[in-house]
């Protein structure tokens, strides 16, 4: 099963376990809302310390690839030149603004609309969203950045199928050049 349908199929079983939760007694609400509190908080800890991890290895490498072009332009993909670390940093920062807007979007469920169902939902999926995401696998679990967590790491496919990867193939990183080359003249 591919990951969006795994975080669908996830997602429609902790809603279905949140229906049987009785959040119209306020003892079971505040647990639920220092439940979601503390997985929001673990999250962004833990992507803190991974970025503290970064910025201490401080691993100049040189990445190369060439970023995939938006599905509905009709330019190909732009030529992005850094280093490991920058990337990894980047990816983090990723990360946490996904936290944030998450708590942001919970924030107007539960406080404006009075939803207490998805905070529930979204205590879980921060542990899933924290266990999946690669850098933590990488800077905090320790495991080696080769296969699925090699740099730049592939998107997976979408509900549909189709995926855009970065490219890392000598060819492409090649005519990605010789268009900037190009443009310039």
């Known amino acids: 099963m591919n990951a969006p349908m795994q975080n669908l199929a996830i997602s429609l079983g902790v809603m279905q376990l949140a229906r049987k939760v009785p959040f119209d007694n306020p003892q079971v609400l505040e647990y639920v809302r220092i ?9 962004l800890l833990a992507y803190y310390y991974a970025s503290s991890k970064i910025k201490a290895k401080n691993d100049q490498t040189m990445l190369k690839y060439v970023e995939p072009a938006s599905p509905m332009s009709q330019e190909s993909g732009k030529l ?11 990816e983090t920062s990723k990360l946490v603004k996904a936290v ?19 905070l529930f939902v979204q ?18 679990l320790g495991r080696a950045a080769d ?15 189709a995926s855009a990867d970065p490219q890392t193939d000598k060819a492409a990183i090649e005519e990605a050049e010789k268009r900037i080359g190009t443009k310039e003249e």
């Open 35 to 43: 439940g979601y509190v503390a997985s929001q908080v673990i999250a």
């Open 80 to 90: 992005v030149t850094t280093t490991v670390r920058d990337y990894d940093l980047a």
């Open 100 to 118: 944030y807007t998450s708590m942001a979007m919970m924030a107007f469920l539960h406080l404006y609309l009075k939803y207490s169902q998805p």
């Open 123 to 140: 205590a879980i999926m921060a542990f899933k969203s924290l266990y999946e995401a690669k850098i933590v696998k990488i800077h905090v």
């Open 147 to 161: 296969g699925d967590l090699k740099r730049p790491f592939k998107s997976g496919p979408g509900i549909f199928g």
